[in-house]
């Protein structure tokens, strides 16, 4: 009697592996399970503003009729020298956010969004690809990014956070659930 139910047993067990097995989840799903783990946060931001100079518009010119020569005068309400130049600026911000991680699956990157926010009004979005084979579970690593040509206002914020969960309609978006089983393939 306590052959068969050991039997009995090893068989229900080796059915239950059987099935655990069969049931592997997918990449998109190992993916998403992992980023469940990661967290970035927004260490601090600089923006960083940067002159073009343009050359302004050309004076207007007027015929003098008396000597048939032309004479460059300003046009205008006179009085006021033009400025041969006007500034117009650009600006970046410079991000540092610092990513970690609790598991030992480790992903080869991670897509982080980015918001710049007046309040709780959201003002613009990126996506921001990171580089994350060489974090380790524990405290992180910080990484600096540039947001290029920002139209940042006083009083903006910005965060950052690695969202989850990511709607399958979207994951063509977030580069890590296209990276194949393997890891990335150098080029």
Partial sequence: MLKR??????????????????????????????????????????????????VAEPLETVADDSQGAVDETVVGDGGEEPSETSVELIQNVLLDIVIRHDSFDKLPGLTVDITM?????EVQSWRVWFDTAGIDKGPGVQYSHTLENVDYQAGF?????????VPAEERS??????????GPKDE
Wanted: glycine content about 4%; overall charge negative; proline content about 5%.
């Fill in 5 to 54: 139910q050991s039997l009995l047993i090893v068989g229900l067990l080796s059915v239950a592996l059987l099935s655990v097995d069969c049931s592997k989840p997918s990449h998109q799903e190992r993916t998403a399970k992992a980023r469940t783990r990661y967290v970035a946060e927004l260490s601090s931001f600089l923006v960083q503003q940067e002159p073009i100079e343009s």
């Fill in 117 to 121: 926010a007046d309040g709780d009004r």
């Fill in 157 to 165: 914020g910005f965060s950052a956070e690695v969202r989850f969960p």
């Fill in 173 to 182: 978006e977030y580069r890590e659930f296209s990276i194949p089983e393997d």
